[in-house]
């Protein structure tokens, strides 16, 4: 079909239905789904792909993992070319050789045939409760090689020519402390990829298979000439950042993440040599992952609504060095990778301000706080997978948004009634912390706070970031606040735990963790925020008259409701003076 056989309404149409394909099963993932990760916290995606393994359309969900699919898509037309058959289903998980990016994310993916003719692939993943390994969630930031973080699968057959492969589902019960939660979110998986059978072969007989090929060709150049487009906008240039994960342990050291975002003409390349080595630790991170990163950071940079397919990705290059944080070499831990992927879109965000940074966003809180806890509470096993999220950094003209999920990311809180339903846990403070967001004229998002009592004795681990390295400010506008990770004992003695502790914690029943994220980074001169809007902050709780005066010089008369604008004037005059 050439060019000028495609009808642009035609071409939307179609658009329009993959898409709308996509979203269906990811809704069949959340509805089907039996464990809180994936049901409530929404940690998986969807996506169709064109018989020759591209991707056409993705689901609503996590941007941070959507752009693996091209990857593990390459290895499935590798290992299995054109043998593949009606009713086929794979499943991965193996971050060496099959495209994943650790071992709780599993891709099941199907085929899809009309009338004998492979016409494209159903694709999902879901971060599962547990697979094994050393700790309840198989996350583990003292992980040093990948066998201790559970169970490995490399692509195979889940499903073959319609028939289950016993075999497996029986391994994978074997390896979960929790086998009715990963069958369960399994089989919504496969339920999601029956649904995007159903819908591409509905397309196929519409349209006919070498109409809908054509269409699905034009589709991805479509989305190369708009990304091109977007790219020509930008100066040539480099564009060099780096940004820092705190380091693991007691005493942890700085791992740079470096990146050099390369403009020219209609074509962007990033480059992360520079990046620290991987580490004897869990948070290196498979280059897939800083991939889909990447690929959302420039994405932000369009103001149209670019079509979700590959096409858009091929004026991208990304690139990093074997063996470093963000591309480790087999059998580097990766089960804690997520924190790396985060801190990748932070640094581009920082090179795309030099350039753009009326589009660029502050830093957010580094991505989902972990807490993985698990034991056994009257007679049965429990395993509690937190992924905390939180706030974003400020833009051009906005304010940071609190509550919500990092740029990368679409993820979404458990319900504190859900957690304590199902497991031995309450949550006693879940909400907002004053002072918390980066000061600028456009402030950042407030960090939060939750608290939560273990009911039965349990082992834990965590994962966060962004305490020694708080989320930065651009344009003049100020770093966030610090994360922190307490313990407070039976006996009411706090203790401050390391963000990337290198072993696991016993709590006892009645001990409480309080989990408190980083705050996003301002935007723009503090002093330059409107009183009006300092007023509001200060009625809402999120600014106190004592951070007012002192991160924004502006001071409230002595009923703290209205504005002294002799005192302010003069107080922001003050600290202008001390910048000099």
Known sequence: MSARDIDPITLEVIRNALASTADEMALIVMRSAYSPVVRDIMDYSTALCDGQGRVIAQGLTLPIQLCSFPRIMGFVRERYGDTLKPGDVLIANDPYGSGGQHLPDVYILKPIFVDGRLAGFAATVAHHTDLGGIVPGSVAIYATEIQQEGLRLPLIKLYEAGEPVDAVFRILEANTRSPVEVLGDVRAQIAA????????????????????????????????????????ALPNGVYRATDYIDGVGENPEPLAIVVTVTVADDTIDIDFDGTAGQVAASINCPISLPESASFCAIRCLSQQDIPNCEGYLRPITVRAPEGCLVNPRYPA?????????????DAIMQALAQVVPERAIGGSEGGPYLLAAGGTHEGRSFVLNEMVVGTWGARAGKDGIEGISNPAANLSNQ???????????????????????????????????????????????????????????????????SSAHIFVGADGAERHLPTMPMQSFSADSGDIFRLIGAGGGGYGDPLMREPAH??????????????????????????????????????????????I
């Not at 007989?205 to 060709?217: E, F, M, P, S």
């Not at 957690?419 to 600028?440: A, H, K, N, Q, W």
């Open 415 to 481: 319900p504190v009634e859900m957690i304590e339903t199902d497991m031995p846990v309450e949550v006693l403070r879940y909400g907002l912390m004053t002072d918390s967001g980066g000061p600028g004229q456009f402030r950042g998002g407030l960090a939060f706070v939750r608290e939560f009592r273990f009911v039965a004795p349990a082992r834990f681990v965590l994962r966060g970031d962004r305490r020694d390295h708080p989320p930065f400010g651009l344009e003049g506008g100020a770093a966030g606040a």
């Open 333 to 345: 831990a990766c089960g804690a990778r997520g924190v790396v992927g985060y801190r990748v879109f």
């Open 193 to 232: 990829c029956n649904i995007a059978d159903e819908g591409l072969r509905t397309l196929v007989r519409r349209y006919g298979a070498a109409a809908l090929d054509g269409y699905v060709d034009a589709l991805h150049d479509h989305a190369e000439a708009m990304m091109r487009d977007v790219i020509r």
């Open 534 to 579: 300092i007023a509001d902050d200060l009625l809402e709780g999120k600014v106190s008259a004592a951070g007012a005066v002192r991160d924004y010089g502006v001071v409230f008369t002595g009923d703290g409701t209205t504005i002294d604008l002799a005192a302010t004037q003069a107080k922001r005059a003050e600290l202008a003076g001390a910048r």
